[in-house]
């Protein structure tokens, strides 16, 4: 049975950092393409950043580049979002999610997931 899990989200000051976790149980981490996605309250689901499978090679939305920082850990099986210098428009519940069939690009512009975990939510306020 195949299951993400994210860990990590809360609330921190702006200019803070948070690191997300997703525990990715049942997958082989070389296989899927990996991607950080979040949504605020009204607004629509962004990819925030990607990872592919084969060259762990990234992709990051042009508000959070410089910023955020997508990672795996194949041993433990767990995908990372290290976000650093925090803004209030950066709150919203993140997901994590997994992808075949796809370019981890294609996946956090147009695509999305296949399995996608129940998300974490980040709130950055004073």
């Known amino acids: 049975q195949v299951q993400l899990v994210e860990s990590g989200g809360g609330l921190v000051q702006p200019g803070g950092s948070l690191r997300l976790s997703c525990a990715a149980s049942?997958?082989?981490?070389?296989?899927?393409?990996f991607g950080w996605f979040r949504q605020a309250p009204g607004k629509k689901r962004e990819g925030v950043s990607c990872?592919?499978?084969?060259?762990?090679?990234?992709y990051y939305a042009h508000s959070v580049k410089g910023r955020f920082t997508i990672s795996r850990d194949s041993a433990k099986n767990t995908v990372y979002l290290q976000m650093d210098s925090l803004k209030p428009e950066d709150t919203a519940v993140y997901y994590c999610?997994?992808?075949?069939?796809?370019?981890?690009?294609?996946?956090?512009?147009?695509?999305?997931?296949?399995?996608w975990g129940q998300g974490t939510q980040v709130t950055v306020s004073p």
């Open positions: 999610a997994a992808a075949r069939g796809t370019t981890f690009h294609a996946m956090c512009e147009i695509v999305g997931g296949d399995t």
């Open positions: 049942g997958f082989n981490l070389e296989n899927y393409n």
């Open positions: 990872i592919s499978g084969s060259n762990e090679r990234t």
